[in-house]
């Protein structure tokens, strides 16, 4: 959190609810969100409201966003996006498509 500050965040929220987080991204409320941990399910309508939006979602790595992966960064700009991804270290958890 603290290298995330960095970014001159005027403060962090948890609000609790996933779905809830990237629809306040989408809508303007909020610059960011990332999560590890998510299924595809959490992610797949989320990620096409906030890209239609205008907003940027891609992996924890910085790379595209893959959706069998449980992780996700979201924010208005992929300015924003990229920041996050370097500054935070990836936790890899159990695909959604392996067994």
Known sequence: ???LLKAQAHGVRVIGSSTLALCLLASGAADAYYQFGLHCW???AATVII???GGTVID???GP???MSC???AAGTREMAMFIAQEIQTIHY???DEN
């Open 94 to 96: 159990r695909r959604d």
């Open 1 to 3: 959190i603290e290298r």
């Open 60 to 62: 924890t790595s910085g």
């Open 65 to 67: 966003l893959d959706l």
């Open 71 to 73: 992780r996700v960064i």
């Open 42 to 44: 959490d992610m797949a």
């Open 51 to 53: 890209r239609e939006a």
